[in-house]
């Protein structure tokens, strides 16, 4: 069963304020459970139906935080609108950013990423591209919202993000001598670059780019041009999109 | 006002067997709507609060569809949470497949495709990249379901969608002896591929990848590496994001 007392504990979890307080997140249904389980992440408690608890002996056999309970005790504290068959209760992971560590890596910087599907996405292209550190803006959505849980596959465990002010993270860094990229509708054709395998790619909000205050940062301006060049098309990429093929590139030059 | 009739109709329209049949659909909201607008669709019908439409006198100028309603009503008729300012139907486009046509072009062909946003990010993805046609399997998303044309931003009107039967498309377009492209976990490194500027790239499902029924019209087996290669990673990139760096890899070669 799920005790009142998690009940509300679980509930309050929606809410970035309680989960920020407990440090603690929620993952939702087989598939995201199932990888995050498999991960190095801190499970704290596990609640599923008799039958998932059966399927799963294997993965969860000596955990004594699993606790069985009904279908509808699960639609009680779900966030979804179908129950699903198993909620998790995970801790959430305790990283200081330490800059000197950006020096030699690749990293991303996310301007005010608002939408959680789009930040879930950004952080599993991160994993898949082996960028460890996102450096989010303040305005940036949570990543332990359970959308971007759920977005990121499992990704979360591998990938850091730190939310710091923009602009002290910016003048932080300055010693580093990192490039900072930045994709624009304006900049110069990616393709064309010269693009090092360290440095920090800046990211835009999804309706309004790249901040103008962060635009004296960036050092390359960047463009993913479209096709035949110059022709009709949509306005941009989304975000992501945008992310994962600015990536790529920046990967595919060391193959 | 809107009128019960055309309450119950736009109602309707949020199924696909309504939309099918009616050659309708509805976009909801002041930026797809507007992005809409500017394209070449035919506006069937459009309802708006008075302040939407004095702000949008120049849009829709002349257009004889317009009508005003409240907030109330457009509540009333809505599938979001909170009410639009503005709720528009759409003809659907109609375009017949000339097989032909594809010779010596770039298209997509998407296997079972679900989610109704990743669709519509595909159409918006293709629409950058001047891919004109995409071929859905049967077992595709609607791309008229209202969270698909949402994720296009427009792109819908200048990208071809056709519902075929995956085994009749693959022996019909065989006289064209066109490279046929997969993507697949154990595929060769796109970057390492010659790539034509024509042919078919075939992206599989979101759980289940490329239907292996499919895998014998597929003559070239490509895979975006994860980097640094074999490293601990996500299990995959969703399909959006694959699709999205595909066709950015084959229009990259063109610069």
Known sequence: MISKNKQKLISSLAQKKHRD???LFIAEGNKIVLDLLQTSLKLEELWATEEWISKNQTIIQSNSSINECTVNELKKVSQHKSPPAVIACFAQKDHQLNIE???????LFLDDIQDPGNLGTIIRIADWFGIENIICSKGCADCYNSKTIQSTMGAIARVNIHYLDSASFFSNIKPLNLPIYGT??????????E???NGI??????????NPSLEAFINQRLLIPNYPTNSETSESL????????????FRRRAF
Chains 1, 2 share one sequence.
């Not at 560590?101 to 990293?107: H, P, Q, R």
């Not at 624009?184 to 670059?193: A, C, P, Q, S, V």
């Open 201 to 210: 790619i800046v990211m835009g909000n999804e309706g309004n780019g790249i």
């Open 21 to 23: 307080k407990n440090a």
């Open 101 to 107: 560590e950006l020096a030699g890596k690749l990293s």
């Open 238 to 249: 989304n975000v992501s999109v945008a992310t994962a093929i600015t990536c790529a590139e």
């Open 184 to 193: 624009f509708l304006d900049g110069n054709n990616i393709y064309h670059e």
């Open 195 to 197: 693009l090092t395998s």
